[in-house]
T-cell receptor, first 115, second 114 residues
């Protein structure tokens, strides 16, 4: 149990275009989902916390107009990178809160490359 | 506020040997959880072990065990009988019981040598 999927696993896009990444909890309902960014050989950096039916809470320094988060249902959260630029290239990971300990279960990540 | 410090950027261990990864933390929460996550080359984050701060007994999961020293705010991970599949980045993390947000350390890259 407690499986989280992400789609796509890898995406390449042109500079200036928008990209949507989906995060789904497959076998449990998640009222809270989290989005992280990870640069090569670095730790995970929390971008935002997404609660079902409400606006996401962004961490300091994260542009909310650039990284749009929607958590429309208890099993789906989406991250849209708007007007992507090469510096947005990174590995994006989502997680969903659940289980006995309200811990986070992680998706497999999405590698974004902006040309 | 929470901070997590992993002072060993890289470590290596011979296959079948034992290795200990260090982690110290600081938190203002009275109740919290501590975790060790493994991130292999596939980059999928995998939970290795969980410790509830109010439990004095050290958590154990098969070959993985922790040494939780609450007063010293230390939470080390011991891997026994190391296997090639243990090669990965290991992240120590803390979570306040009420916030549900994870705070990660910078990670330790572990290489298991045949």
């Amino acid at each position: 149990g407690a499986v989280v999927s992400q789609h796509p696993s890898w995406v390449i896009c042109k500079s200036g275009t928008s990209v949507k990444i989906e995060c789904r909890s497959l076998d449990f309902q998640a009222t809270t989902m989290f989005w992280y960014r990870q640069f090569p050989k670095q730790s995970l950096m929390l971008m935002a916390t997404s609660n079902e039916g409400s606006k996401a809470t962004y961490e300091q320094g994260v542009e909310k107009d650039k990284f749009l988060i929607n958590h429309a249902s208890l099993t789906l959260s989406t991250l849209t990178v708007t007007s992507a630029h090469p510096e947005d290239s990174s590995f994006y990971i989502c997680s969903a809160r659940g289980g006995t300990y309200n811990e986070q279960f992680f998706g497999p990540g999405t590698r974004l490359t902006v040309l | 506020a929470q901070t997590v410090t992993q002072s060993q950027p890289e470590m290596s261990v011979q296959e079948a040997e034992t290795v200990t990864l260090s982690c110290t933390y600081d938190t203002s929460e009275s109740n919290y959880y501590l975790f060790w996550y493994k991130q292999p080359p596939s980059r999928q984050m995998i939970l290795v072990i969980r410790q509830e701060a109010y439990k004095q007994q050290n958590a154990t999961e098969n070959r993985f065990s922790v040494n939780f020293q609450k007063a010293a705010k230390s939470f080390s991970l011991k891997i026994s009988d190391s296997q090639l599949g243990d090669t990965a980045m290991y992240f120590c993390a803390s979570m306040g019981a009420g916030s549900y947000q994870l705070t990660f350390g910078k990670g330790t890259k572990l290489s298991v040598i045949p």
